[in-house]
C-alpha cells in the first residue's frame, strides 16, 4: 500500500523579505535619504535601506568591531537559530557565535544583507519609492563597491570608524577586498576567503548561464512577477540555476561518494526511461527548490552580475595599483579541491600584497568538499581565523 506524501505549499512568486514579514533579528539603516545613490555602472537609487544584524557589544572605543560580508545566497543572518524571520539557521554558524573563533563574547559582530539582496535589503523586491511598486525590470545595476559604500554607511549609523576585521568567503571575499581598497583607513585588518581579484573568464560563463535559464523561464515576465500567485512565478528558472551553481559548489569526489550512479525514485534500474532520475538529480532538484523558496530570482540576476563585474583593478589603474592600496595584514585562505574559486586566486592575491610589501599570510584548507569547504571545515578554518584575530587585536596601540 503506498502511503500519500504530504501536501506541499506551491512555491512563492519570490521569496523576498517584505514589509510586514517578522524581523528575527533584522536592524536597520536608510541611506541616500536627502539625496540619491549614485552607482558605479550609472545609475542611482533613493532611500536605500540595509538590513544587517548585530551579536556582542561595542566597547567604549568601538574598536571591537568585526564585519562578516556574506556570499551570493547568504544575508545578514550569519549566526542563530530558524524561526519567524529567518527561514534557515546562521550561515557561519559554527565559526561565529560564543568562544568560537569569531567570538561573540569577545567582538562586536555585524554582517549585512547587500544591496540588490532580497532579505531586507533594497533590492529588486523592494517597493521603488517613485512607483509604489516593486522595483523589478527598473531596479539597476549594483556592483561589490556598491554594497561596500552601504556597508560604511551601516558603521558610520553604528558609530565604527574602523573595522578590527572584516571577513567572508566567496562573494564575501570580494567585498573584503573592496573594503580595503576603498576605505583603507577603516579597516585594521582582511580574511578573505576562497575569493578572488576578478571574476575569471569560467566564472563568467557558469552564471551567464544561470542567468539566462532564469530569463528563459515564460515566468519571469521580463522581471515583473511580483503580483503572481504562489507557483505562477520564475521558480523552475531560479531552481535551475542554483542547480548549476550547486554542482560547482562541490567536487566531484564527493558527489561520486555521496551518491554514487544509485537510481532514484525506487524504480529498478533496468526499467530505464528518458526522465529516469538518478540520486544525485533528486539532491539536486530538492536544493533548487529549496532556494526558490527563500530567494528572489531578480536578486539573483543582480547579485550574479555584481559578482561577474568584480575586478579590483577597474578604473585604478589595475590590479597592482588597486591591491598596493591594502596596507593591513591580511589572512587569505583558499580551498585546495575548490574548482569554482581555484586556489591559483588566492595565491594570487597574496602575489600582489606581497609585491606592495602588505603583510599577507596564506591558509589552504584540505578538503574533499570543494567550494563549499569555507563552509563546513570549520575545524580547520577556525584555528588560524582566531589566531589571526588575536594578533591584530594585540597588534593595537
Known amino acids: 500500500m503506498r502511503v500519500a ?134 531596479f539597476p545595476i549594483v556592483t561589490v563597491r ?70 528563459l523561464d515564460a515566468r519571469w515576465r521580463g522581471g515583473d512577477y511580483y503580483d503572481a500567485e504562489p507557483g505562477d512565478g520564475p521558480h523552475r528558472g531560479l531552481a535551475v540555476a542554483r542547480q548549476l551553481a550547486q554542482v560547482t559548489y562541490r567536487s566531484d569526489e564527493v558527489l561520486a561518494q555521496r551518491f554514487g550512479r544509485r537510481v532514484a525514485d525506487d524504480a529498478p534500474e533496468a526499467d530505464i526511461s528518458l526522465w529516469q532520475r538518478f540520486e544525485v538529480e533528486r539532491y539536486l532538484q530538492y536544493h533548487g527548490e529549496k532556494l526558490a523558496r527563500r530567494f528572489d530570482a531578480n536578486a539573483y540576476l543582480a547579485i550574479t552580475k555584481a559578482m561577474d563585474l568584480h575586478d579590483v583593478g577597474r578604473g585604478r589603474g589595475g590590479r597592482e595599483t588597486a591591491m598596493a592600496r591594502i596596507r593591513v595584514p591580511v589572512l587569505s585562505v583558499g580551498i585546495d579541491s575548490d574548482t569554482l574559486y581555484p586556489p591559483y586566486q588566492q595565491h594570487e592575491i597574496a602575489r600582489l600584497l606581497r609585491l606592495a610589501g602588505t603583510p599577507v599570510q596564506e591558509v589552504e584548507l584540505h578538503s574533499p568538499h570543494g567550494h563549499d569547504a569555507f563552509l563546513i571545515e570549520i575545524d580547520q578554518l577556525g584555528p588560524p581565523v582566531a589566531e589571526f584575530l588575536a594578533a591584530v587585536e594585540k597588534a593595537i596601540p
Not at 27 to 32: E, G, N, P, S, T
Not at 153 to 176: N, P, Y
Request: charged share 15%; hydrophobic share 40%.
Open 146 to 215: 556598491d554594497m561596500v559604500r552601504t556597508q560604511a554607511a551601516v558603521a558610520d549609523a553604528l558609530g565604527i570608524g574602523r573595522w578590527l576585521s572584516v571577513v567572508g568567503g566567496s562573494m564575501g571575499g570580494m567585498q573584503v577586498l573592496e573594503w580595503g581598497i576603498t576605505y583603507p583607513h577603516r579597516v585594521r585588518s582582511l580574511i578573505p576567503v576562497a575569493a578572488n581579484a576578478e571574476a575569471s573568464a569560467q566564472q563568467i560563463a557558469l552564471q551567464s548561464i544561470g542567468r539566462h535559464t532564469v530569463r
Open 5 to 138: 506524501r504530504p501536501a506541499v505549499e506551491p512555491v512563492p512568486a519570490s521569496g523576498a523579505w517584505t514589509e510586514g514579514d517578522p524581523l528575527g533579528g533584522r536592524r536597520f539603516v536608510d541611506v541616500a535619504v536627502d539625496r540619491p545613490l549614485a552607482l558605479e555602472a550609472g545609475g542611482h537609487l533613493r532611500h536605500v535601506r540595509i538590513a544587517y544584524e548585530t551579536w556582542g557589544e561595542l566597547d567604549a572605543e568601538a574598536g571591537n568591531a568585526i564585519l562578516v560580508c556574506h556570499a551570493l545566497t547568504g544575508d545578514s543572518h550569519v549566526h542563530g537559530p530558524s524561526g519567524p524571520g529567518h527561514p534557515t539557521p546562521g550561515w557561519w554558524q559554527e565559526l561565529v557565535g560564543p568562544g568560537l573563533a569569531i567570538d561573540t563574547d569577545r567582538w562586536f559582530v555585524v554582517c549585512a544583507n547587500v544591496l540588490g539582496g532580497c532579505q531586507g535589503s533594497t533590492g529588486p523586491a523592494s517597493v521603488n519609492p517613485a512607483t509604489g511598486r516593486p522595483y523589478g525590470s527598473r
